[in-house]
């Protein structure tokens, strides 16, 4: 391959919007260093019968011909998130030359077979030659350059029976107190896909009663409306559950603030990202903020996606950098 052609990228979806934007947020930081060709591919959850197949198969050496498929069509890389991508991946490169690239941690088996895993470190996953650790998971949110000091973003995030409880009055009651504090802050309040019914009408409801709110519903904003929320906002708060949206914030250059949520296990993955944030000073708990005694410093660059490109360029194709 020549250095003035495009990288081939096979690129693997599988449906769901958290997995997806990690896939193309690199791919995105990787087309800002190099040109590139992405080809989509769209894949289905299988049956338990059908994942005992797919891992019998990768075992056993049982896949397409490579040398039966057009030479032209061979990918350079294969990217994808989350565990419904990892065996199509593996059965898409055969016995070809592609290296392949997950977001998040694969299963043992899977993980054996990448040949990088960008892994954030809240996963404690084991350090191994194809394990790049990351701050947390790779996004693109582009940052503005100017983020209006007067907007402000507020973002719900929802139920999720394994990690903490959704306490919707206790959540209400702290928006409330940050809309009433900063009442100079013309606020855009957000729900998520997971945020309950009762929690999204009482902040509609409290967006209705302030001249400084509007609520946007999760369900009824278009594709991109939350990025270019972050661009436009010099701070964003975002529940503690909701780690990807803290991270998006963080790299389109908002100042964030931490709602909390009670967890069930303080050592979950999640509250372990959120506590490593607080220690280094990336963000502001609701606690020291209320009191006067925020400690976040200045918004810095947080690109976590150009650190996983800059990784994968620099691994196998370093003439591209």
């Not at 998520?192 to 369900?219: G, H, I, M």
Request: aromatic residues 10%; negative net charge.
């Amino acid at each position: 391959m020549k250095e003035s052609e495009p990288l081939r990228i096979a690129a693997f979806f599988d449906g769901s919007p958290g997995h997806e934007k990690q896939t193309q947020s690199v791919i995105e930081a990787i087309s800002i260093l190099t040109p590139v060709h992405v080809h989509p591919i769209n894949v289905q959850k299988k049956t338990l019968f059908e994942t005992i197949i797919s891992y019998f198969d990768c075992a056993t050496g049982r896949f397409f011909p490579m040398e039966n498929r057009d030479p032209g069509a061979f990918p350079d890389l294969i990217m994808g998130t989350g565990s419904a991508t990892h065996l199509p991946m593996l059965h898409f490169r055969a016995r070809g030359r592609a290296r392949i690239v997950t977001c998040m941690t694969p299963d043992f088996f899977s993980r054996k077979k990448m040949d990088l895993c960008l892994v954030p470190m809240h996963d404690a996953t084991k350090a191994a030659e194809n394990i790049f650790f990351t701050a947390g998971p790779p996004c693109g949110a582009e940052i503005s350059g100017e983020h209006d000091p007067g907007k402000g973003l507020v973002l719900a995030g929802g139920v999720d029976p394994k990690s903490h409880v959704w306490d919707t009055d206790a959540i209400v009651g702290k928006i409330e107190t940050i809309l009433e504090k900063e009442g100079d802050v013309q606020w855009m309040v957000s729900s998520s896909p997971r945020t309950p019914d009762q929690t999204e009408q009482r902040l509609a409801a409290l967006a209705k009663a302030r001249p400084n709110a509007e609520f946007f519903r999760a369900a009824d904003t278009p594709r991109g409306w939350v990025e270019q929320a972050y661009a436009d906002s010099f701070q964003a708060w975002i529940t503690a559950d909701s780690i990807s949206m803290v991270y998006e914030a963080l790299t389109a250059g908002c100042r964030v603030g931490i709602l909390p949520v009670q967890w069930k296990k303080r050592s979950g993955k999640f509250q372990k990202s959120v506590d490593d944030l607080m220690e280094n000073h990336r963000v502001d708990s609701f606690d020291s903020w209320i009191s006067g005694q925020s400690q976040a410093k200045a918004p810095a660059r947080f690109d976590e996606a150009g650190r996983c490109a800059a990784e994968i360029l620099g691994r196998w194709w370093p003439e591209r950098l």
